[in-house]
């Protein structure tokens, strides 16, 4: 029986860190999924694949802020982003679960499926595509707007799933 | 190679029914917890579920949380917890829904043995086939910096029904 949820690589953020990228990811599995854990001082967490910072990413997203729920589209863009502001309150921490299904095929392009939410802010889903055929050998995730960081003690965890 | 998914603890409530489900004594020994709660509960209400209260080590202060539900006939909605818990963390069907039909959620806990404040992600689905049913997302906060030891399920009304369980696995990341 194959072992589920494999841990594939974890980092916990000894300082404030603007990039955390996984590489040299194994095409041994069928799925990913990545667990994230941060706080921030900006903009939202975004996820790239393989290094690609090019307009080849869209994304649909469903939110709520604890008032309404409301729904966002994004096309050709340079990433895919979650929901929530990293920054929004001192302690609070930003829980993300992302599913990246059949990413070491080289027939389809990818996508993601993850929820992400801080408690005093927002909670949401969101799919997204990246428009490569290509395996997925590095995922790297950053806060938005550039010079932004992640702060000390963010946990990421890529797990790798088999389906026999 | 560790194993991940490791079962913890299991309730099934019985059939005289519990006003609550604590699992308790919980070790420190993994990296995150999955809670899988399938719940009945013996209140009835104009929807058909009834929301349900998850609060740590017997706190009932530091909490906050968010939901986001979509609901078949009525809008979409996005609320706010109390402080006194993380009050949509899970739903139940509730006892006016279809018949032998219990709501499924998802309790995802990260680092609940770290020194940082305590997050959760909850995916809920409450579906009987009625006009009304409930399709969520809970962000949820404690802001308490204790490993969590103790998780305690409470429906926001009525009590649990017979066969509606609760399963706890540990995960490792290394």
């Not at chain 2, 740590?56 to 706010?80: E, H, K, M």
């Amino acid at each position: 029986m194959p072992t589920t949820y494999t841990p594939i690589a974890t980092t916990t953020l000894g300082s404030n860190t603007g990039t955390v990228t996984f590489s040299s990811i194994s095409g041994t599995y069928t799925d990913l999924v990545l667990i994230t854990n941060v706080s921030g001082n900006d903009g939202a967490i975004c996820i790239r694949f393989n290094s690609d910072t090019g307009s080849n990413y869209s994304n649909t997203g469903l939110r709520g802020n604890g008032t309404s729920a409301s729904s966002t589209r994004a096309t050709n863009f340079s990433y895919i982003a979650g929901t929530s502001n990293l920054s929004v309150t001192a302690g609070s921490l930003q829980t993300a679960i992302w599913n990246i299904q059949n990413y070491s095929n080289t027939t389809t392009n990818k996508t993601v499926l993850f929820r992400d939410g801080m408690a005093t802010h927002i909670t949401g889903a969101t799919v997204g595509l990246w428009r490569n055929t290509a395996a997925i050998t590095s995922v790297s995730l950053s806060p938005e707007f550039g010079a932004n960081v992640f702060y000390t003690g963010s946990t990421f965890t890529l797990y790798g799933v088999k389906s026999a | 190679m560790p194993d991940t998914f490791i079962k913890i603890a299991s309730v099934t409530v019985g059939s005289g029914g519990a006003a609550n489900i604590d699992l308790t004594s919980i070790p420190s020994t993994y990296t995150d917890l999955v809670l899988k709660v399938s719940a009945r509960t013996s209140a009835s209400t104009v929807n058909g579920w009834q929301s349900g209260a998850l609060t740590f080590n017997g706190s009932t202060s530091g909490y906050s949380g968010i939901l986001l539900a979509g609901r078949g006939d009525l809008s979409p909605v996005s609320i706010t917890s109390s402080a006194s818990n993380i009050e949509f963390a899970f739903y139940s069907s509730d006892a006016g829904s279809t018949g032998n039909t219990f709501a499924n959620n998802e309790i995802y806990i990260p680092n609940y043995a770290g020194s940082n404040n305590k997050s959760i992600s909850s995916d809920i689905a409450e579906e009987n086939n009625a006009a009304r049913a409930l399709a969520g997302l809970c962000a949820g906060l404690w802001s308490n910096s204790a490993a969590i030891n103790r998780i305690t399920l409470t429906p926001n009304g009525g009590s649990f029904v017979q066969y509606s369980t609760a399963t706890l696995y540990g995960i490792k990341n290394s």
